[in-house]
C-alpha cells in the first residue's frame, strides 16, 4: 500500500488507527540533498535512534544530517567522528542548543534535543582492558540512546581474573538484563563472564593484539569457539552493534 491507499482504508474503517500508524512509518525516510537517505523514524518503529557512520563523511555532510534528524526526531548518534571534526561537531551542536554526552576514548557522540527517559533496562558493560574502553563507551552511548540505564567497571581482564568477581556480584544485585563484554588479545573474558551469569551476554572482540591474532582476529575466534553457552559474539570493535542488541534485550525485559 502507498501512503494514498494507507489514508484511504483508514477513513473507509477499512484498518484500524494503529495500523494505518504502522503502515505510515514505513514511509519516513528523509533525503539530504541528494546524498544520504535517513530513516527518521527507526527509533518509533525498532526502538533504535539514526546512527550516523561519520568515519568517512565530509565535516560539512554530518552537520546536514544532524539537523536534518534533530528536526524530526529527538536524539541522534554520531559514530565514530574523525579526529580533526570532531571539535567542530561538538561546537556545531552547542551552538543549535544541543545536548550531547560523550564517552571516554571515543569520537562517538550522541546528541540529543531532550532529556531521554530511562525505560527501565539495565546493562552491565566491562572490559578486558584499558585498551578496550572507547568500544565500550561506543556501546554505553547507543545504549543511552535508546534509554537503557549502564553499569560500568573496565581493566578486570583474565590477566588478574579476581578482579571480575566484585562488578559480576554487582550486576547481579543491580539484576543488569544482559552484560556487554568488549576484549581483545584472546578475547577469553567473554567465555569467562558467559559461565557464571544466568543473563545474556555480548561478547565485542576488539582490535587490539600483536602477531599471529592481531587487529582482534584472535578474540574473534575465540569468542566465537567459546563453549560457554548464552554468548552472542558481534564484529569486531562493532561496539555500536553490541548496544543495539543489549538494549533491545534490557527493553524487552522491562516490558514484562
Do not use: W
Amino acid at each position: 500500500m502507498d501512503i494514498s491507499e494507507v489514508l484511504e482504508s483508514l477513513n473507509q474503517g477499512k484498518i484500524s488507527v494503529s495500523k494505518a500508524k504502522k503502515l505510515l512509518e514505513l514511509y519516513s525516510i528523509e533525503e539530504v540533498e541528494k546524498f544520504a537517505k535517513i530513516d527518521i523514524n527507526r527509533k518509533m518503529r525498532k526502538g533504535i535512534p539514526e546512527v550516523i557512520f561519520a568515519e568517512r563523511k565530509q565535516l560539512l555532510e554530518i552537520k546536514k544530517i544532524i539537523s536534518k534528524v534533530l528536526k524530526k526526531s529527538d536524539s541522534v548518534l554520531v559514530s565514530r567522528i574523525q579526529k580533526k571534526d570532531y571539535q567542530k561537531v561538538i561546537d556545531y551542536s552547542k551552538k543549535n542548543n544541543y545536548k550531547i554526552k560523550r564517552g571516554k576514548n571515543t569520537t562517538t557522540t550522541l546528541i540529543f534535543r531532550k532529556v531521554i527517559k530511562k525505560s527501565g533496562g539495565k546493562i552491565g558493560i566491562i572490559t578486558a582492558g584499558t585498551s578496550d574502553i572507547g568500544v565500550a563507551e561506543e556501546a554505553k552511548l547507543m545504549c543511552e540512546s535508546m534509554n537503557c540505564e549502564c553499569i560500568t567497571s573496565y581493566d578486570i581482564g583474565i590477566a588478574g581474573l579476581h578482579r571480575t568477581f566484585p562488578i559480576l556480584k554487582e550486576f547481579v544485585k543491580k539484576d543488569v538484563d544482559v552484560i556487554i563484554v568488549a576484549a581483545g588479545m584472546e578475547g577469553a573474558l567473554a567465555s569467562v563472564v558467559s559461565s557464571i551469569v544466568n543473563v545474556p551476554v555480548i561478547g565485542v572482540p576488539t582490535s587490539v593484539g600483536y602477531g599471529y591474532g592481531e587487529k582482534g582476529i584472535a578474540a574473534l575466534a575465540s569468542m566465537l569457539q567459546s563453549c560457554s553457552l548464552g554468548l552472542s559474539v558481534v564484529n569486531i570493535d562493532n561496539g555500536i552493534g553490541a548496544g543495539a542488541v543489549a538494549a533491545k534485550i534490557a527493553n524487552q525485559n522491562s516490558k514484562k
